[in-house]
């Protein structure tokens, strides 16, 4: 069947070029006719045969029919020529989507294949370039909104290195936070030392009663779990939707949420809170990476106001412990030698340090580390009474300064000490204990200045530790 098909198309008009055609047409059209009409005439006049009727009307028929193909032939070359001028029209006029019908391989098939590639190819370029210019809108918008920030976060910072307050500049970021998305809002919760719970503290556009009245336990839900693991929260169309998430949109009144949870600058932890109700939306990672940036404007503020009202109060107590920190005791203990020596009244300072603290700590942990100075603190201040001053030296180091005590009292109340830190309960545990070394000095015996008898406590209480731990050493002349 291939074989005969093939040997139809080359005896066919099909594979044959358009002068060819044309040719074909003129020769069926006028040729063939006139050699028709020569021979009738030449055997009717010259030769003067009798050619019957029927004979002469044959040839005639014959010869319309041979004009009419070649007409025919001629009429199917322009119509394709003037279908091919109207789709090029239309084509040119914009509508890429039409296509030169093309059934043969002669010259106007060519040109129909030419320009039907090169249609394709204007349609392909077209689609590239309106990718293009929304992938350059996107970006253009996307610088805009960029330097939009920078503006916002020049004029935050101008805020915070100008000591605003804290309500002031909080509402500026909220502000700013809020416009990122169309009815975006925002807010900020700050930990309540009293209820121990995060409650708003700033606001801006939130109507959802839930956020405006939350209070939140770290550990507790969605927000308070994000607190605990320090990893900010997302919830928007992206998300799994688990109970926990459609109980708080619910809740809250809202459909897209950034949780970003402050660690405690100071022991201030706070949560900026970021959202919008946009359908079917969802956080880019550029949205985060902006929000982060904000969030980070927060903490800088919180610490600012932090380190203003420290300034105010000029604070002489350490936070863990609640004793006096090493400034204010080199200080005080100045003063109290320099009273001491006006008076002629002896003045002792005791120096006691954990044994192997950072072992006990590496062990048993930061936190069970923390509440065994504070016990420890507690029980040292008790030793201060009535008008001495327990403080903290260093991470594991305390100081005690006993005015009106000489050395041999002051002996003996460090042993006391060593002697109550050493069956200290710190937990439930039997092993969970601590043991401390001391070493004492006093005005006048071992100097005259708060200097000599902080260095003379120091080797003493290196001589301690040097001599088995869990002792008491005076300082020697």
């Known amino acids: 069947m291939k074989k005969q098909k093939k040997f139809l198309e080359k005896i066919s008009l099909l594979p044959q070029g358009l002068r060819y055609k044309l040719l074909i047409a003129f020769s069926l059209m006028s040729i063939i006719p006139l050699l028709v009409i020569g021979y009738l005439l030449n055997n009717l006049i010259l030769l003067e045969e009798k050619i019957s009727f029927a004979q ?14 070649g007409l025919f032939l001629a009429r199917r070359i322009i119509e394709r020529v003037i279908d091919m001028a109207l789709e090029i029209r239309i084509i040119t006029e914009g509508n890429y989507d039409r296509k030169i019908f093309v059934d043969t391989e002669d010259e106007i098939g060519q ?7 090169l249609t394709k190819r204007i349609k392909d370029n077209i689609t590239d370039l309106k990718d293009y210019q929304g992938k350059l809108k996107e970006m ?17 910072s101008e805020l915070i290195s100008s000591s605003a307050k804290l309500e002031i500049i909080l509402e500026l970021i909220l502000n700013k936070l809020a416009q990122l ?61 688990s109970s926990a998430e459609q109980e708080f949109k619910a809740v809250y009144k809202c459909e897209n949420l950034v949780a970003f949870p402050i ?77 001491s020596i006006v008076c002629r009244r002896p003045c002792s300072f005791i120096l006691i340090d954990i044994d192997d603290f950072k072992k006990y700590e590496s062990e048993k942990g930061q936190k069970r580390a923390e509440d065994a100075l504070k016990k420890v603190a507690l029980l040292i201040g008790e030793f201060s009474q009535p008008v001495g001053k327990a403080g903290l ?42 043991t401390a070394s001391a070493g004492v000095s006093e005005n006048p015996l071992d100097g005259g200045s708060a200097d000599e008898i902080l260095k003379k406590g ?11 731990k869990n002792k008491i050493v005076a300082a020697r002349r």
Do not use: C
């Open 56 to 69: 002469i009307s044959l040839m005639v028929l014959f010869s319309v029919i041979i004009a009419w193909l």
């Open 111 to 117: 040109i129909g294949k030419a320009i039907n590639f």
């Open 140 to 156: 253009n918008m996307d610088v805009q909104k960029r330097v939009t920030v920078l503006s916002n976060l020049l004029q935050i």
């Open 181 to 241: 998305h169309e009815g975006g809002f925002a807010a900020v919760y700050f930990f309540n030392d009293k209820d121990k719970r995060f409650t708003l503290r700033s606001s801006y556009n939130v109507e959802s009663e839930g956020l405006l009245t939350a209070k939140f336990e770290k550990g507790k839900g969605l927000l308070g779990k994000a607190i605990v693991k320090e990893k900010h929260l997302i919830i928007d169309a992206s998300s799994k939707f």
């Open 263 to 339: 660690s405690a600058v100071y022991e201030m932890p706070a949560l900026v809170v970021f959202g919008n109700n946009i359908k079917n939306f969802t956080f880019t990672n550029d949205d985060i990476e902006i929000i982060k940036v904000f969030v980070e404007q927060v903490s800088i503020a919180i610490e600012n106001e932090f380190l203003i009202k420290k300034a105010e109060k000029l604070e002489i107590k350490d936070k863990l412990t609640g004793l006096f920190n090493k400034a204010y005791m080199v200080h005080r203990l100045d003063e109290e030698i320099k009273r």
């Open 393 to 434: 030296l260093d991470k594991d180091t305390f100081a005690l300064i006993l005015p009106e005590v000489n050395k041999k009292e002051a002996l003996e109340i460090a042993e006391k000490v060593r002697k109550r830190i050493e069956k200290l309960g710190l937990s439930s545990e039997k092993n969970d204990r601590l």
């Open 458 to 468: 120091e080797i003493a209480l290196k001589t301690a530790k040097q001599e088995g």
